[in-house]
């Protein structure tokens, strides 16, 4: 069966520096798309990054990038230089072949102190 | 710029009423699904329906439907409220995931409270 597994509820981290949430996943298929996205207060769901579990390279976006360890079956999203407005719910979220839902995790809440 | 619009922001409803949850996508997307938002828990699956007429449970379902009748529409249907479904209901649609990024996007939310 499908699961993520975020095991940091909150995190906190002072502006401008990095910040590593965690994510573990399981599935037996070998075709799978890892996800994460940024809930603010607000609470629409914002698409940050993508990582494909053929590709070879971690893939980056900006400040964020995915630390993906397949044989670990790990896959850290990193913040760079954080800023106040990354204050929100994170949540990683994977798709596999063996159906088209999405699974969720449930989720990591990052404060960013000035 | 792409769209998934839910008809309401905030929700509040009677027990026993039967309410009506409406999800439309302009993005022509096979895929939508109805997921439930708790804290602690995260996105629980309530439905999901890959093409039009066809759905499929997902892991809570009890209590509730869904109808699609266009491709573009997904209906969440509490048949009869209850205290317990207070919560965040968010709709989300994709592709058809065929191994490449597919990512679900998603509306803006309804916070349902039922007294």
């Known amino acids: 069966a499908q699961k993520i597994t975020q095991t940091q509820p909150g995190m906190f981290v002072q502006e401008k520096e990095a910040v590593t949430l965690d994510c573990t996943y399981d599935?037996?298929?070998?075709?799978?798309?890892l996800f994460w996205y940024k809930q603010p207060s607000s609470g629409e769901m914002i698409f940050l990054i993508y990582?494909?579990?053929?590709?070879?390279q971690n893939a980056t976006e900006g400040r964020y990038s995915l630390n993906f360890q397949k044989a670990r079956k790990s896959a850290n999203l990193v913040i760079s230089a954080s800023q106040l407005g990354d204050s929100a719910m994170y949540f990683c979220?994977?798709?596999?072949?063996?159906?088209?839902?999405?699974?969720f995790g449930p989720g990591t809440r990052l404060s960013v102190l000035p | 710029d792409v769209k998934v619009t839910q008809s309401s922001r905030y929700l509040v409803k009677r027990t026993g009423e039967k309410v009506f949850l409406e999800c439309v996508q302009d993005?022509?997307?096979?895929?939508m699904f109805w997921y439930r938002q708790d804290p602690g828990l995260g996105l629980r699956l309530i439905y999901f329906s890959y093409d039009v007429k066809m759905k499929e449970k997902g892991d809570i379902p009890e209590g509730y439907s869904v109808s699609r009748e266009k491709k573009e529409r997904f209906s969440l249907i509490l048949e009869s409220a209850s205290t317990n479904q207070t919560s965040m209901y968010l709709c989300?649609?994709?592709?058809?995931?065929?191994?490449?990024?597919?990512?679900?996007?998603f509306g803006q939310g309804t916070r349902l409270t039922v007294v």
């Open positions: 979220a994977m798709r596999d072949g063996y159906g088209q839902n999405f699974v």
């Open positions: 990582q494909g579990s053929y590709d070879q």
């Open positions: 989300a649609s994709s592709p058809v995931h065929r191994g490449s990024n597919t990512e679900a996007f």
């Open positions: 599935t037996s298929d070998p075709s799978y798309g």
């Open positions: 993005m022509d997307h096979e895929n």
